[in-house]
């Protein structure tokens, strides 16, 4: 159906608000980079309109610090789209200073918590493989 496919995954040793506040963070990027993405507004039996949602599933995996280093690593290898949130942006407040803190991260050594990526399905699920879906 979709030639394309969204991952998100978040790591395996998050509190739960923490976990979902990743996913909403990491879908919102994804968002940005394929806004094709979106339908239509929602309307209800009565004519009252609702917002637009992502058209295309979004999977929500699980991985260890080290699975995230790896998916990220062949993302980058496959030119996958990629969004990361590395753990020192949960002591920020705003998008400015998430950056920023990210800028000052080891590159090759990015203490993630959550990373989305998006691309051609046999690429993604090159990337990802060896994942399990979220519990």
Avoid: C
Avoid at 37 to 60: C, F, H, N, R, W
């Amino acid at each position: 159906m979709f030639d394309t496919k969204i991952a998100l995954i978040v790591r395996d040793d998050l509190q739960m608000w923490q976990r979902l506040n990743v996913v909403a963070f990491l879908a919102t990027g994804i968002v940005t980079i394929a806004p094709e993405i979106i339908g239509e507004p929602y309307v209800d039996s009565k004519g009252q309109t609702y917002g637009a949602m992502s058209g295309q599933p979004m999977l929500i995996f699980e991985a260890n610090l080290t699975s995230l280093q790896r998916v990220h690593r062949k993302s980058l290898e496959r030119e996958l789209s990629l969004i990361p949130y590395v753990e020192a942006m949960f002591s920020t407040g705003h998008d400015a200073d998430n950056r920023n803190i990210f800028l000052l991260e080891n590159a090759d050594n990015l203490n993630l918590v959550g990373i989305g990526i998006r691309g051609q399905k046999n690429s993604v699920d090159k990337a990802i493989k060896g994942l399990s879906l979220h519990k």
